[in-house]
């Protein structure tokens, strides 16, 4: 199965807002709400987000925020600061107990 | 706090098998589904595999059905990868991963280890 599709790159100033977005098809991302996004520094394990499309785990800021519209997912960062400089990667459940990552989005704050 | 610490990464040619390891603690092990994850140098994340808090439910990527076995011992808090018939694109740095729902497997990674590298080459 292919990755979820997320754009390589998106770009930002600080205090902005950006949204990546992580589109999947009616068979994963559009029939379950079980949509999580990962923070990744570079060398750095990855770091929960957000679950089941909406929620943000304790310790994350509200300015990380999911949503969902079909088959696509979304992330989104408002007031964009310097170390939210990062890859993010969307995962879905896909049905049959398996996960499915999208290919990544590298955020630029410039 | 929560602590995973893999092992058994290396340089392996291609056909050969690696036992990949990741030790648990800070937590109930045995209350907990666990994964493994990977990623290519300088790519994405794949899911690979995640196993319930009992072994009763496992599952796989396609690309890994077949050839890797996961595995745990709870009185050991201890989590295994079996990866056999080793190709290039296995090359990864793996990580074990903690499920954050109780139970059955999951869905969400709320802990990661910090990843050993397997790397594939004649």
């Known amino acids: 199965q292919s990755a979820l599709t997320q754009p390589a790159s998106v770009s930002g100033s600080p205090g902005q807002s950006i949204t990546i977005s992580c589109t999947g098809t009616s068979s994963d991302v559009g029939i379950y709400n079980l949509v999580s996004w990962y923070q990744q520094h570079p060398g750095k394990a990855p770091k929960l987000m957000i679950y089941e499309v909406t929620k943000r785990p304790s310790g994350v800021s509200d300015r990380f925020s999911g949503s969902k519209s079909g088959n696509t997912a979304s992330l989104t960062i408002s007031g964009l600061q310097a170390e939210d400089e990062a890859d993010y990667y969307c995962c879905s459940y896909v049905g049959s107990d398996t996960l499915l990552f999208g290919g990544g989005t590298k955020l630029t704050v410039l | 706090e929560v602590l995973l610490v893999e092992s058994g990464g290396g340089l392996v040619p291609p056909g050969r098998s690696l036992r990949l390891s990741c030790a648990a603690s800070g937590f109930t092990f045995d209350d907990y589904a666990m994964h493994w994850v990977r990623q290519p140098p300088g790519k994405a994340l794949e899911w690979v595999s995640g196993?319930?808090?009992?072994?009763?439910?496992?599952a796989y990527a396609d690309s890994v059905r077949g050839r890797f076995t996961i595995s745990r011992d709870n009185a050991k808090t201890s989590l295994f990868l079996h990866v056999n018939s080793l190709r290039a694109e296995d090359t990864a740095l793996y990580y074990c991963?903690?499920?954050?729902?109780?139970?059955?497997?999951?869905?969400?990674?709320?802990?990661w280890g910090q990843g050993t590298l397997v790397t594939v080459s004649s």
């Open positions: 991963a903690k499920d954050m729902t109780r139970g059955s497997l999951g869905y969400y990674f709320d802990y």
């Open positions: 196993i319930s808090w009992n072994s009763g439910t496992i």
